[in-house]
């Protein structure tokens, strides 16, 4: 069995920092987060900055997303300073990436550039609404049921983000995941995080069992998928890692509902699960569930690093190289 202990840590270590000591619980289950906490493959952020900035100001017509958009957007990724949408993909670490994308619809609505369309003729009261829901994704919020919005604008998101995303998918291989995921199934260890695939072994060895969770969208032949195994690390019953677990083109699924869905199929007690990340939906969805939160982040990520105090992190850790996670995260 495996247990959590840091007793005696409390004041952290080199590369650990005690946030919320937990003292000694044990520890079935763990949850992790992929992208930035265990691979390094998508360097993200320029691409979501540049791919939410276009939504806003491109009109979003039917051809927001053309062969010819495509490349333009491609040479552009990281030549130019986007402070809002820099700022946001910092803040929005961890949420879907349907969730993402809506943002940036709904902030070319919120700024009138979209196309004529009777579904986007908003009333004053919807338009506030729709800057009510903004408002909510920037706070790391992705369910807005209580928002009132004409069925019109919702089919309109909803057809935009998955068209959306796909640009964003293609904007991100053209500009280094595909080059990334060619050397890593070459060079695996240098695209994971220091120690990843190891500690992923060492918690599995001591019978506890790893899952994969997902802001991105899964689907056969690439995307995470490919990532994963690129990296090293074997997917499926009774391996490392149990399961890869994400949303689907036409189902948006928030991070918090992914593990609230996995506790109660698999009788996991939250209580008893580890929640590793470097987003702030995995680590707030694990405090609020009462798991124990480990936020894997750079020692130079100092927003990220005030973001996941404030979300009520346990612990934050530079890599898995740290020679006390050892001491932390140890067999009964």
């Not at 506030?128 to 019109?152: C, H, K, M, T, Y």
């Not at 019953?237 to 593990?259: F, H, I, N, T």
């Amino acid at each position: 069995m495996l247990v959590i202990d840091d007793r005696g840590l409390e004041r952290g270590a080199p590369g650990l920092e005690v946030v919320r000591p937990v003292g000694l619980r044990r520890i079935t289950h763990a949850i992790h987060d992929i992208d930035g906490t265990h691979s390094l493959i998508r360097d993200w952020p320029p691409v979501m900055s540049l791919s939410i900035h276009w939504a806003m100001t491109c009109g979003l017509r039917d051809d927001f997303d053309s062969p010819a958009q495509l490349r333009e957007l491609i040479a552009r990724v990281g030549r130019e300073k986007l402070e809002e949408t820099d700022r946001f993909c910092v803040e929005s670490a961890g949420l879907s990436a349907l969730t993402q994308m809506e943002f940036g619809i709904r902030r070319a609505i919120e700024l009138g550039n979209v196309p004529a369309d009777p579904r986007l003729a908003l009333s004053v009261e919807e338009r506030r609404g729709n800057s009510e829901i903004i408002r909510r994704i920037w706070a790391g919020q992705e369910r807005f049921l209580d928002v009132a919005q004409p069925a019109g604008l919702i089919a309109f998101i909803a057809e935009r983000s998955g068209r959306l995303f796909k640009l964003y998918e293609a904007v991100l291989n053209g500009a280094c995941r595909d080059r990334n995921t060619a050397d890593a199934r070459k060079h695996p260890a240098k695209w994971r995080v220091p120690g990843a695939l190891e500690f992923m072994e060492r918690l599995h060895a001591m019978g506890c069992r790893n899952y994969f969770v997902t802001g991105a969208v899964l689907y056969a032949g690439g995307g995470m998928l490919e990532e994963v195994e690129a990296v090293g690390f074997e997917v499926g019953p009774g391996k490392a890692v149990e399961a890869l677990l994400g949303s689907s083109w036409d189902r948006k699924m928030p991070k918090d509902e992914v593990m609230r869905e996995l506790f109660a199929r698999e009788g996991i007690d939250p209580k008893a699960a580890l929640v590793i990340g470097d987003g702030r939906t995995e680590i707030a969805a694990g405090a609020s569930f009462g798991s124990v939160c480990l936020s894997r982040l750079p020692e130079d990520a100092r927003r990220q690093r005030e973001l996941h105090r404030e979300l009520g992190t346990n612990y934050i850790l530079r890599d898995y190289t740290v020679p006390e996670l050892h001491r932390l995260l140890r067999k009964e």
